[in-house]
């Protein structure tokens, strides 16, 4: 599997953007898709995660209520859409695949997109 993640740029303080994320090869049904993001001097952070199959969805604290995570079967595509964006939010976000099921940590995910930049301005 490919994962290829676009849509980040810069965006004033209480914007919006949204990412997308085009995975190339099969997803199965258990397969979980998420974002992690990943600041400049920081560790890679969970951000929000999908079940493939079922859609069942799962965020971190710090976005809940704030960031949305949706896929398209059909389209082999994960979205986030980024609401109330907060400076803190600035960071490279990272779509990824974890064949084993929901993980929160890094390590846990088995396939990687290249990452795209978010930058929050206040």
């Known amino acids: 599997v490919q994962l290829q993640a676009s849509g980040g740029g810069l965006v004033q303080a209480g914007g919006s953007l949204r990412l997308s994320c085009a995975a190339s090869?099969?997803?199965?049904?258990?397969?979980?898709t998420g974002w992690f993001r990943q600041a400049p001097g920081k560790e890679r952070d969970f951000v929000a995660a999908?079940?493939?199959?079922?859609?069942?969805?799962y965020y971190a604290d710090s976005v809940k209520g704030r960031f949305t995570i949706s896929r398209e079967n059909a389209k082999n595509a994960i979205y986030l859409q980024m609401n109330s964006l907060k400076p803190e939010d600035t960071a490279v976000y990272y779509c990824?695949?974890?064949?084993?099921?929901?993980?929160?940590?890094?390590?846990?995910?088995?396939?990687w997109g290249q990452g795209t930049q978010v930058t929050v301005s206040s």
């Open positions: 090869g099969r997803i199965f049904s258990s397969y979980v």
């Open positions: 999908i079940r493939w199959g079922v859609g069942r969805t």
């Open positions: 990824a695949l974890n064949r084993d099921g929901l993980g929160y940590a890094r390590y846990e995910y088995d396939y």
